[in-house]
């Protein structure tokens, strides 16, 4: 089964100098993965960001298990 998922995950400084970021879940995990880098800094901790993505059941039960990403929500993608 397929799941779109939107997920609450960190930004992670690819080169070391602030300059190149990428969202820990799209790194670390496969699947379809889109951010809106417009979106607003997510209090208290300005570096987590939330993403959307189209995942295999396999990836969404590595992603419950993962203390490090939260999922906000889970449901099975239809494709139209």
């Known amino acids: 089964m397929i799941y779109q998922v939107e997920v609450l995950t960190a930004w992670l400084d690819v080169d070391g100098n602030q300059n190149h970021f ?7 995990y496969p699947g379809e993965w889109s951010v809106d880098v ?3 800094v ?3 901790n300005p570096n ?5 993505g ?10 419950e ?3 490090e990403i939260e999922i906000l ?3 099975i993608h239809i494709d139209e």
């Open 48 to 52: 987590l960001v939330i993403v959307v």
């Open 73 to 75: 929500t889970s449901e």
């Open 65 to 67: 298990n993962d203390g």
């Open 38 to 40: 417009q979106q607003e």
């Open 42 to 44: 997510i209090p208290p």
């Open 54 to 63: 189209v995942i295999t059941a396999d990836t969404l039960t590595a992603l």
């Open 22 to 28: 990428i969202a820990d879940v799209i790194k670390r």
